[in-house]
């Protein structure tokens, strides 16, 4: 068959491979190109784009003026040109007449003849001098126009950026009281994560507390009472309490405090003893 006839054969098979790489890489450019396109989009700042564009107009603008002062110094050159020509063709013309006076008239024709070709280069250069003043008031015309479009183009522009800025402000301020802005959401996460851990915290320290209370978890300090022991402390301490407001008020009476109040206690106890005694002893009649 050959090696052509094989080439041949294989080269169907080729294109068909190519197509769907094609069609692949078609889909990738433009998945880049949109990608690209949404990352310029968020990293675009309008007022950044307004400020190019009015520079680029002040530039072109400053162009247009060097564009005037060229067009306009070249007229002034051609003038002075015409000037000095003018000044030789009079000068000529007298030559000539001074000739002719003095019979020399041959030196008049060559004067003449020499005024006549100067004239030739005056006319040439009154011709280029109303071009270059045509197109200088021309330019100076577009110069005018373009400076009244780049004024509004400042205007709006300016006009622009303060509204960008204040909706931008007014936008951030709404997320702020909204909750939705990036710093905002951070902050309320956190203030969430630390009321969640307060809770928790809270819900923990209560139930260790019941536990011990209830006996369920032994404390190893030995601090921990329950609620009978509890109660039993406060009864016990009220009493030391009437106690020793009762000691107080008989030193305050001048009494001897301590002894006293022995006394009465001790006295009290005697006479409960003894009521018992007569209680328990039996009377016999004489």
Request: a neutral charge; proline letters at 2%.
């Amino acid at each position: 068959m050959g090696l052509v006839g094989v080439l041949l054969r294989l080269s169907p098979l080729r294109r068909g491979r190519a197509k769907p790489m094609s069609g692949v890489m078609k889909r990738m450019g433009m998945l880049f190109r949109a990608k690209a396109n949404k990352a310029l989009d968020r990293a675009e700042d309008p007022r950044e784009t307004l400020d190019y564009s009015y520079q680029k107009q002040l530039e072109l603008l400053q162009k247009v003026r060097r564009g005037v002062a060229d067009v306009a110094t070249s007229r002034k050159r051609l003038e002075l040109q015409l000037s000095q020509l003018q000044g030789q063709s009079s000068k000529l013309e007298e030559q000539g007449k001074k000739a002719l006076a003095l019979g020399r008239e041959d030196l008049a024709r060559e004067a003449l003849s020499r005024r006549a070709a100067l004239q030739q280069q005056v006319t040439d250069l009154e011709t280029q001098h109303q071009t270059l003043q045509g197109e200088e008031e021309k330019l100076t015309l577009a110069s005018q126009r373009l400076q009244a479009k780049v004024d509004a183009f400042r205007t709006k522009k300016e006009t622009i950026k303060a509204t960008y800025t204040a909706a931008q402000a007014q936008t951030r301020i709404g997320e702020a009281f909204s909750g939705i802005s990036e710093e905002m959401g951070d902050v309320g996460m956190a203030v969430q994560r630390a009321e969640d851990k307060t809770a928790q915290l809270q819900a923990r320290s209560g139930a260790i507390d019941e536990l011990l209370a209830s006996g369920a978890l032994d404390d190893p300090t030995g601090m921990a009472k329950d609620d009978i022991t509890a109660e039993l402390d406060r009864l016990s301490g009220g009493t030391d309490v009437e106690l020793e407001l009762q000691r107080m008020k008989a030193e305050l009476a001048g009494g001897t405090g301590g002894g006293d109040q022995q006394a009465i206690e001790s006295g009290g106890a005697s006479g409960q003893g003894q009521g018992q005694q007569s209680q328990d002893t039996p009377k016999f009649e004489k």
